[in-house]
């Protein structure tokens, strides 16, 4: 079964002011760099539909559907102090969003085993009542929704190098989302502890690993083998949604993280073994070396295909974070 590569041209209208490090051509470098990789016929595209205002109602507010609505078409807005909109933005977030929608729809009808929306901006930083950290609309968060709406169990697996607090505060007391973040810590936009467990009936649903500056992916791979998966296990997730995020790779300019596209083709192959074919979808949220992005991206892609790509880098290994590992295990062993 091929892989569905959901992107859009229109994508590329969202425009921050010149020299915002989330570009538009971080969309032609993830696309490119999957292109070059020599996937074929194993990849099939497909142009994503504007996700529909009831759709993010289920994820934010009114209120801040509507304030971005009335945007659409000016030329530039400052949302905060680097989240920007352009007379594109609104539409292009609309597909971002929408993208994910559309992947669910063709895997229920078994046209592919694994998604991955290549869209833009991101938007895990997103929170139900604003637009942060260069997010409009919580992309994956809008997907998660819909699925529990229909009454799936979902998981979401972060590896962006920031902590997806707008993913986070979206599910944080919910008992049928189970959120897991690797990140760099502290890093923006501050929050990610280990502490941040979970409320109510979301209580131990949401699992942080906030690790320090340098940590290699065998770090990362320590805590899929010996945390995540358990947990994975134990919950029961329907489907699970990724969180792609590239800016963890050492190459990064806003970073400071070690991983290597080969580490992230490694933290695939895993996640992808959690899920039954046709359950499992990837949003493209940060990566700002260009290089780094395409590799990553062709990488992640390669292992949803249970190939190697051929930019995949040697796994890293040697670097600290394992005593957040040992954190989460000490914890449940108490």
Do not use: K
Not at 198 to 223: E, H, K, W
Not at 271 to 290: H, K, M, Q, T
């Amino acid at each position: 079964m091929p892989i569905l590569m959901i992107a859009d041209e229109r994508l590329a209208n969202h425009r921050p002011p010149s020299g915002h490090p989330e570009r538009p051509e971080r969309l032609a470098a993830a696309i490119d760099g999957v292109n070059e990789a020599g996937f074929g016929d194993a990849l099939l595209w497909r142009e994503p539909t504007e996700a529909p205002t009831e759709a993010l109602l289920r994820v934010h507010t009114n209120t801040h559907v509507t304030a971005l609505d009335e945007h659409a078409g000016v030329d530039r807005v400052q949302i905060d102090g680097d989240t920007f909109m352009s007379s594109g933005s609104m539409q292009a977030a609309r597909l971002a969003a929408g993208a994910g929608l559309d992947a669910v729809a063709a895997l229920r009808a078994g046209e592919a085993d694994s998604a991955f929306c290549l869209v833009r901006p991101p938007g895990h930083h997103a929170t139900p009542q604003n637009a942060m950290g260069f997010c409009l609309f919580n992309n994956v968060a809008v997907t998660a929704q819909a699925l529990t709406h229909a009454g799936a169990r979902v998981a979401i697996i972060d590896v962006d190098a920031h902590h997806g607090n707008g993913t986070q505060d979206a599910f944080f007391d919910r008992e049928d989302v189970l959120f897991i973040s690797l990140h760099e810590y502290p890093q923006y936009p501050g929050s990610g502890a280990l502490s941040e467990v979970g409320r109510a009936d979301g209580y131990q649903r949401t699992i942080n690993f906030p690790l320090p500056s340098l940590a290699t992916g065998d770090v990362y791979l320590r805590a899929f083998d010996e945390v995540i998966e358990p947990a994975l296990e134990s919950f029961g997730a329907d489907w699970i949604l990724i969180s792609a995020g590239f800016d963890a790779h050492r190459e990064d300019p806003l970073t400071n993280l070690g991983l290597t596209s080969g580490d992230y083709a490694a933290m695939t192959a895993r996640i992808c073994s959690y899920a039954p074919a046709g359950r499992r979808i990837a949003f493209l949220e940060g990566g700002y070396d260009l290089h780094a992005l395409g590799r990553s991206a062709a990488a992640c892609v390669g292992a949803m295909l249970g190939e190697d790509a051929a930019s995949t880098e040697p796994q890293s290994n040697g670097g600290p974070g394992n005593h957040v590992v040992d954190a989460h295990i000490e914890r449940a062993n108490l």
